[in-house]
């Protein structure tokens, strides 16, 4: 079994920052990415960054060069975060934390991120 426990959400002004956590915990075999997800109302969820076990990243074109996604790990924990600059009010959304290990996806329970314009 693993868990994800996400963090970090809240109501930002345009421009402003925010930083998402995501720990990690439980049956981390071999991860194969880490990532964040965002749905808005209406709308059906889409990748935001990615991050392999080998550090490898990847972004939606709408965030490059204002997210950045990286990962630590401490023992039996791993943590992703997600650095969010420049926000903009179509960045308001539910963040969701993904793990992908063994072919099995596994979420976090999301977390709010709303933008004032």
């Known amino acids: 079994q693993v868990q994800l426990v996400e963090s970090g959400g809240g109501l930002v002004q345009f421009g402003g920052s925010l930083s998402l956590s995501c720990a990690a915990s439980?049956?981390?075999?071999?991860?194969?990415?880490m990532g964040w997800y965002r749905q808005a109302p209406g709308n059906q969820r889409e990748l935001v960054a990615q991050?392999?076990?080998?550090?490898?990243?990847?972004?939606a074109d709408s965030v490059k060069g204002r997210f950045t996604i990286s990962i630590s790990r401490d023992n039996a924990k791993v943590t992703a975060y997600l650095q969010m600059n420049s926000l903009k009010p179509d960045d308001t959304a539910v963040y969701y934390c993904?793990?992908?290990?063994?072919?099995?996806?596994?979420w976090g329970q999301g977390t709010q991120v709303t933008v004032s314009s």
């Open positions: 439980g049956s981390i075999l071999s991860i194969h990415t």
């Open positions: 993904n793990l992908y290990q063994m072919f099995n996806n596994h």
């Open positions: 991050i392999t076990s080998s550090g490898t990243t990847d972004y």
